[in-house]
């Protein structure tokens, strides 16, 4: 079965850190650019960060640029985001997501179920 | 990166035809034939239901439909059905090498 599988999500302090991971199976994982995508509750979607399939080039919102870091290991078939310094702002529902083609420009095609981070005190 | 702009709702009868409508610049609609619609229902995950401007996937009814013209984009939903009651999202890549998503449209079947 095609899925993507998020985790790692949870509640967290303001200013601390968090990994987020993301197990893609039953496609060819290195063959698509992948995506993070995230919805504050009650809220429409915002783009996070993009990755190639070779992980080559790399894109971020300006609202995470600096603080959040993607990265993929093909060879686990595997998506992650690295999140620093958290701010209540960035409490959402992280989705991962499978770009269509080889690089970010595409559209998105696969979405995970989601994971919750939620940053408070 | 400032959000796509998408109306906040629209409604119709079943039966009717309504078209939601996504305006960017010309740095992310305006330069790129790759505006995407997603339809999120409460609680589930976002689907792909148009790409490239104008390509229905697989599998998603022939009563979506979208266009593009200059830098705003449009999804028209015809015959309209109880199901189709969703959250709309359009998307587009930009010229930063990004993705940027519109605000998202509550559609209401009355």
């Known amino acids: 079965e095609v899925q993507l599988v998020e985790s790692g999500g949870g509640l967290v302090q303001p200013g601390r850190s968090l990994r987020l991971s993301c197990a893609a199976s039953?496609?060819?994982?290195?063959?698509?650019?992948m995506h993070w995508v995230r919805q504050a509750p009650g809220k429409g979607l915002e783009w996070v960060s993009g990755?190639?399939?070779?992980?080559?080039?790399?894109g971020y919102a300006d609202s995470v640029k600096g603080r959040f870091t993607i990265s993929r290991d093909n060879a686990k078939n595997s998506l992650y985001v690295q999140m620093n310094s958290l701010r209540a702002e960035d409490t959402a529902l992280y989705y991962c997501?499978?770009?269509?083609?080889?690089?970010?420009?595409?559209?998105?095609?696969?979405w995970g179920r989601g994971t919750l981070v939620t940053v408070s005190a | 990166q400032s959000a796509l702009t998408q109306p906040a709702s629209v409604s119709g009868s079943p039966g009717q035809s309504i078209t939601i409508s996504c305006t960017g610049t010309s740095s992310d609609i305006g330069s790129y034939n790759l505006v995407s619609w997603y339809q999120q229902h409460p609680g589930k995950a976002p689907k792909l239901m148009i790409y490239?401007?104008?390509n229905r996937p697989s599998g998603v009814s022939n009563r979506f439909s979208g266009s593009e013209s200059g830098n705003t984009a449009s999804l028209t939903i015809s015959g309209l059905q109880a199901e189709d009651e969703a959250n709309y999202y359009c998307?587009?890549?930009?010229?930063?090498?990004?993705?940027?998503f519109g605000g998202g449209t509550k559609l209401t079947v009355l």
């Open positions: 990755i190639s399939w070779n992980g080559g080039s790399t």
């Open positions: 997501a499978r770009g269509n083609t080889y690089g970010i420009r595409g559209y998105v095609d696969l």
């Open positions: 998307s587009s890549y930009t010229s930063s090498s990004t993705v940027v």
């Open positions: 039953g496609f060819t994982f290195e063959d698509y650019a």
């Open positions: 490239e401007g104008s």
